[in-house]
């Protein structure tokens, strides 16, 4: 008896451990006991590749929004997710929440807006849209990277991504080494990534069906911010001039100017993509798609100081 105790014991002690650096670590604060790492070096971890992004971002905004619920929200793709909430503090005096995600697709933005309905009493909804995912050929939903945790609590334990991220947290905050959280693209060389962006270009654009779906689920949306007096603003971001040349060789534009007749037919629609001068500049863009810090807090000033549609 005291031998199968001891093996009992001795087999018990790596899970202990396992369980113990997931509760310290804590890499999304879903169990927001322990806050021996920061806020702030989490954040960087999650972003530190193109996989742990997307996955990363949903369950840390969703954490973090259930949490400290707020009535302004911006939702969107990857190309929203830099746009800097304090930056429109200090221009509106109202604080906002940015709930853009690596990676979401029209349906993950729709999930998005009901999951903030539900945690908070809305007042102004900004969707920030993108032709480059108005495809019924990318229907797919993201969002289940954090409902799976919701509605299953014990997988914040039993998911090898959580315990990856959590080594990673441990590996940054002890050796500072910047590979740790480098690793996405958009700390690639200038070379690199031009491939990069054809590479998203043929990804996002080589197969294309128009969404018929998306407006039945826009007139939804649209019907509850007006039932609940919440503000509804669309936006579209620019995007480098070598997108529309591709999609003039891939025979495109229709479904591009189509996209924005749609979006414009839905409310107020702000579309920074006809800043002709910001989209011939290369050097306003990360990769084709995604302006850099400079160009997005400019396009921030025009979008919550004018709040008016560019024509």
């Known amino acids: 008896m005291k031998r199968y105790f001891l093996r009992l014991f001795l087999f018990s002690i790596p899970v202990f451990l396992y369980v113990l650096v997931i509760v310290v670590v804590d890499p999304y604060n879903f169990l927001n006991v322990s806050h021996i790492i920061s806020d702030k070096d989490k954040f ?6 193109d996989e742990s992004s997307p996955r990363g971002n949903i369950l840390w905004k969703t954490i973090e929004f259930r949490r400290n619920p707020c ?6 793709d990857s190309q929203g997710k830099d746009i800097d909430v304090d930056l429109i503090k200090e221009i509106t005096g109202d604080q906002y929440y940015n709930f853009c995600f690596p990676g979401a697709s029209f349906r993950t933005m729709f999930e998005t807006f009901w999951f903030t309905a539900e945690h908070a009493e809305l007042e102004t909804v900004y969707f920030q849209v993108a032709f480059m995912n108005y495809n019924a050929e990318r229907e797919y939903d993201i969002f289940h990277f954090a409902m799976d945790y919701f509605d299953k609590p014990v997988n914040y334990f039993t998911t090898k991504e959580i315990f990856f991220d959590a080594v990673a947290n441990l590996a940054w905050v002890t050796t500072r080494n910047p590979w740790i959280v480098q690793r996405s693209y958009e700390f690639l060389p200038a070379d690199r990534m031009e491939d ?19 407006a039945a689920e826009f007139r939804k949306i649209i019907s509850y911010c007006n039932k609940k007096n919440i503000k509804l603003v669309f936006f579209i971001l620019p995007v480098y001039e070598g997108v529309d040349k591709h999609l003039q060789k891939t025979g495109l534009t229709d479904e591009k100017a189509r996209f924005k007749q749609d979006i414009h037919a839905l409310g107020k629609t702000i579309d920074l993509d006809l800043l002709t001068d910001i989209k011939a500049n290369r050097d306003n863009f990360f990769d084709y798609f995604h302006p850099n810090k400079t160009m997005m807090d400019s396009l921030v000033r025009k979008i919550w100081v004018k709040e008016e549609v560019v024509k």
């Open 44 to 49: 960087t971890v999650i972003q530190r590749t």
């Open 71 to 76: 009535k302004k929200v911006i939702i969107g």
């Open 196 to 214: 990069v962006a054809q590479f998203r270009l043929n990804l996002f654009f080589s197969k294309y069906a128009y969404p018929t779906k998306y």
